[in-house]
DNA sequence: CGAATGATTTAGATTTGGCTAAATAATTTT
DNA sequence: AAAATTATTTAGCCAAATCTAAATCATTCG
């Protein structure tokens, strides 16, 4: 139950890249650790003796219940340093993710559990994502930013990160505002735009900017 | 100037060990971090390759000014996290040790100068060990507990750490007190007694517990 | 002094995580 | 449906940090 360094990238990583696609192939993976491709299915086949991957040879791979389980912690500790250094330490919003990056690997639940106690709990990491519990759950009232659903996932929109006039207007030009019923469909590389569904039947283009300020909640169930 | 957390361990305990005798031998290090000798000369031609270790093969060996400005570093890391460890997240003192131990491997200068700054610039850890400033420093004026002098080194009582009648009473018996003169002679392993050295002429052996309530300061110069 | 003893180093293996180059599988073109 | 291209895995190395067993150095004792 004790993961190294370099198991608990790869699981963070592949957590973070199957949001997006469902599935991660070797070169995806090797690209974001910025390691080569025979790494990759090396560690792969370790991660699947231990059970935390689906792994077919050929196939990409993906987590099993056990390996969100893990990512959802790693996940935990990273955005509690992440709340922790900018609020108490003053870091700016974006420096804290290098830093975080090293934290995260001190596994220590007493540790992560008195932290989250004293910093009160936070719901929303200093770049609005989500902080999962002790538990490794999410709150399902929690706002998650709209980039971060995965594809083909009905939500609601719940709110959004800023109250600018150019948002609200360029929202309203698309109809989106909050209650909308909301899907994505898909994601283009090139600039993280997406095309999305809303409402019954209205397919529509948005930006990665206007993207990340929807913050939606899942649907119940 | 970035070093691996098993160097980092190994520095630290070379640290510590040479405060009781100058120098440290294969065996001594090879118990403290619970490895084999051998291993521990392979780290030791390695540290020397750095430059960190004075080492003569068979003759010991002892850290350079480089080698204890790193081993400095390491212990303020370890302090700092101590101290934040016991003061905000409520961790008895007995706790802090063990998650330290991982969390002074984390060596981002800015955090560390921020969490010291965070701190209010603590002097002492939960245990009474001085922390060095963020330029490896110990206050000159910090009060050291006597177990933590290294031998023959001349210094003045400064304090204790209770108040105790009991401890009153066994300080006025060996004639110790404020501004005495001392100097420590000789450490027994088995119980941690040590031989002192009082004002001009007398020689007398106290207790371990005895010694750690025992605050000194270094003479000037 | 010269053996015996104990401490230390050397030699050779092992594990983990990484790399390059070559082989093989899958997909896309023609 | 081949051929060409791209993706993935295999094979063979390497470095760091460990270990055990054997060799060597240093010290002590008869
Ligand atoms: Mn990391
Ligand atoms: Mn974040
Ligand atoms: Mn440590
Ligand atoms: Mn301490």
Known sequence: MNYSVSEENYIKSIFHLQKKEGTVTTNELAAELKT????????????????????????????????????LGII???????????????????????????????????LIDKLDAYLGFPKNDPHGDPIPDANGKIDPGKKIRLPDVPLQTLCTVAGVRNQSAELLELLENKKIKIGTRIEVRKKFEFDQSMEIKTGKQSINTISHQLAENILITYDAG
Do not use: C, I
Request: a positive charge.
């Open 76 to 110: 935990r500790r990273h955005r509690l340093w992440e709340f922790f250094l900018a609020e108490k330490l003053k870091f700016t919003w974006d420096e804290v993710h290098e830093v975080a990056e090293e934290l995260e690997h001190v596994s220590n639940k007493k």
């Open 36 to 71: 080569r491709p025979a790494s990759v299915t090396d560690m792969m086949k370790k991660l699947k003796t231990k059970k935390l991957l689906h792994y077919q040879p050929y196939k990409g791979f993906r987590l099993t219940a056990d390996g969100t389980r893990v990512a």
